[in-house]
């Protein structure tokens, strides 16, 4: 049974910074793209930073330079360093791993709320 747990989720004023984190089980962590996405009530969900499997890293513009992605494939952890956050910024936030090559699996966890806020 696939399952993705994040955490680290919580109420920051605005400059602030958060560490989510995502646990993996029931799939081969190490070989899949793991991603973290946002999402805010009546908006697509979209997606905030990726790392592939052997590390390359990829952002939204809007967290260049503020997020950093990082994996830990021997604890199957993926993680989400959040700094300078903004009330834009607020969100929940959801983990997504996704299979390389053809079929596609994809997972994603339940979600874990980020609100920035004075």
């Known amino acids: 049974q696939v399952q993705l747990v994040e955490s680290g989720g919580g109420l920051v004023h605005p400059g602030g910074s958060l560490r989510l984190s995502c646990l993996g089980s029931?799939?081969?962590?190490?070989?899949?793209?793991m991603s973290w996405y946002r999402q805010t009530p009546g908006k697509e969900r979209e997606m905030v930073a990726g790392?592939?499997?052997?590390?390359?890293?990829n952002y939204a513009d809007s967290v260049k330079g503020r997020f950093t992605i990082s994996r830990d494939n021997a604890e199957s952890t993926v993680y989400l360093q959040m700094n300078s956050l903004k009330p834009e910024d607020t969100a929940v936030y959801y983990c997504k791993a996704s299979s390389v090559g053809v079929p596609q699996n994809t997972y994603w966890g339940q979600g874990t709320q980020v609100t920035v806020s004075s």
């Open positions: 790392i592939l499997p052997r590390g390359s890293l």
């Open positions: 029931g799939f081969t962590f190490s070989t899949y793209v």
